[in-house]
């Protein structure tokens, strides 16, 4: 009976390790820079056309926008614009990138039906 009881435990204080390693094992395949705390896979597209543009609403979001528009350059050959949004851009189309401490982007993902304390520290 000990013996059974020692084995459910070690098995069940091994749970949270294999979690974790998937969550790890998503975010290596991803190659994100700061990891994420978070990784939720799904089924997406996203079209990026000439007329994409890469919406920032703080300076210090240049280099992750610079980032991003260099690896979008690099895998289709295609140079996205990068501007300074101070509002929710009124057209689609665009990559926003942006941070929870940002009021008005928390509400504009909460009005999309987004829970902004379930995605982490950044977007």
Do not use: W
């Not at 990784?39 to 979001?61: F, H, Q």
């Amino acid at each position: 009976m000990k013996i059974t009881k020692l084995i459910s435990l070690a098995c069940l204080s091994c749970l949270p390790l294999a979690s974790h390693a998937q969550v790890n094992d998503a975010v290596r395949a991803l190659k994100i820079l700061p990891a994420p705390k978070e990784v939720r896979m799904a089924e997406g597209r996203i079209m990026i056309k000439p007329s994409t543009t890469i919406l920032i609403s703080n300076s210090e979001d240049r280099t992750a926008a610079e980032t991003l528009q260099k690896e979008i350059h690099d895998r289709t050959g295609i140079k996205l614009s990068i501007d300074f949004a101070t509002a929710a851009p009124k057209t689609t189309g665009h990559i926003s990138l942006g941070r929870l401490t940002d009021r008005g982007l928390r509400s504009y993902l909460e009005s999309q039906g987004v829970k902004a304390d379930e995605l982490g520290s950044a977007i």
